[in-house]
């Protein structure tokens, strides 16, 4: 931070956290494909939960499938154990499910459009530790 510039011009200069979260807005508002618009939107998500170490999008064709994975996070990263059979336990009986096994918290939640299941979304975190 930079003492010889006046506050306002501070508050107008963005962080590297706001500019990339700009990058993944506009990836998300100009992406031609639903896979590209999912990796950006998992992107926005990750990069606003505490902790979050990793992410996964699954769609498929509405109450059938079959679910594939459309975007991960971090990419190229795959999802452990952990994170893999919460979201697929999520999916398979419809509902959100949350997972605490510290230091690891996985929540995972189906994608319902007017009541059909078009996929899920889940992310797994590391927990914080706590300030004394």
Avoid: F
């Avoid at 998992?42 to 994975?69: K, N, T, W």
């Avoid at 952990?82 to 009986?93: C, E, I, R, T």
């Amino acid at each position: 931070m930079n003492p010889h510039l006046p506050s306002p011009v501070l508050d107008a200069v963005p962080s590297a956290a706001a500019t990339e979260d700009t990058a993944l807005w506009q990836a998300w508002t100009e992406s031609g494909s639903t896979v590209a618009a999912g990796q950006a939107w998992l992107a926005l998500q990750c990069s606003m939960i505490e902790g979050a170490s990793r992410g996964v999008l699954v769609l498929g064709p509405p109450d059938c499938g079959p679910y594939v994975p459309v975007a991960v996070w971090p990419p190229g990263q795959t999802a452990t154990p952990l994170l893999a059979d919460v979201a697929g336990k999520a999916l398979a009986q419809r509902r959100p499910m949350l997972l605490k096994q510290r230091p690891h918290s996985v929540v995972a939640s189906p994608v319902l459009v007017d009541g059909h299941l078009h996929g899920l979304v889940a992310v797994e975190s590391s927990a914080q530790q706590e300030s004394r």
